[in-house]
């Protein structure tokens, strides 16, 4: 007969595998999250001015003084389009440069 008790070892291998699964899933609900709200795009349609016309496609300027890409358009440089624009990548470029 053995003094050592084996069944708890085998409740305690139980409740560690539930804690590293327990950090797992907040650790994975937590990266979720992040690219929820920070990541994803926040889109709205603006009228905007084609500065010119590359095979990257059409570089237009928004209202207030952002260039951006708005993918293949048909419209000739100096033009006025309705584009889809991305607001964070506005926010972004407004945090890149500190003159605004």
Known sequence: ?????NQSSNSSSRKSILIVGGVILIGALALFA????YVSPDEYIERVKVIA???????AETFDGFAVNIGDCKVQQGEYVNAL????????????????
């Open 1 to 5: 007969m053995s003094a050592v008790n």
């Open 34 to 37: 992040y690219l929820m709200w």
């Open 53 to 59: 016309v590359t095979e990257a496609g059409c570089i």
């Open 85 to 100: 624009i991305d607001k964070k990548v506005k926010e972004r470029a407004a945090a890149m440069n500190p003159t605004n």
